[in-house]
Nanobody
């Protein structure tokens, strides 16, 4: 059974950091670009960052540029999102997704083949 499971979410104060992870089982990430998305209450799911199969040329939404870093470890079949200088506006459920393309194709939700169930990130004092 193919699964994509996020972990590492939690409660953090403004200005703090978190690293969330996304581990795949039942399939190999070697042929997938990886996207991170988030969905805040009452809002649509939005793309945050994407990384291609090779692990270079990451893309970021303007709202997180300079604060978030996406990475992947194909040997561990895992992707990561390092989030620094977190703001209350970053509060959301964060999802990872896998797209069967070498390069990132953007953040259209139906472009992605596999989705995780999400991990909650709450930024609050």
């Amino acid at each position: 059974q193919s699964q994509f499971v996020e972990s590492g979410g939690g409660l953090v104060q403004p200005g703090g950091s978190l690293r969330i992870s996304c581990a795949a089982s039942g399939f190999s990430l070697d042929h997938f670009s990886i996207g991170w998305f988030r969905q805040a209450p009452g809002k649509e799911r939005e793309g945050v960052s994407c990384i291609n199969v090779k692990g270079d040329s990451p893309t970021y939404d303007d709202s997180v540029k300079g604060r978030f870093t996406i990475s992947r470890d194909n040997a561990k079949n895992t992707a990561y999102l390092q989030m620094n200088n977190l703001e209350p506006e970053d509060t959301a459920v964060y999802y990872c997704a896998a797209d069967l393309h070498f390069f990132c194709q953007g953040y259209a939700l139906d472009e992605y083949n596999y989705w995780g169930r999400g991990t909650q990130v709450t930024v609050s004092s």
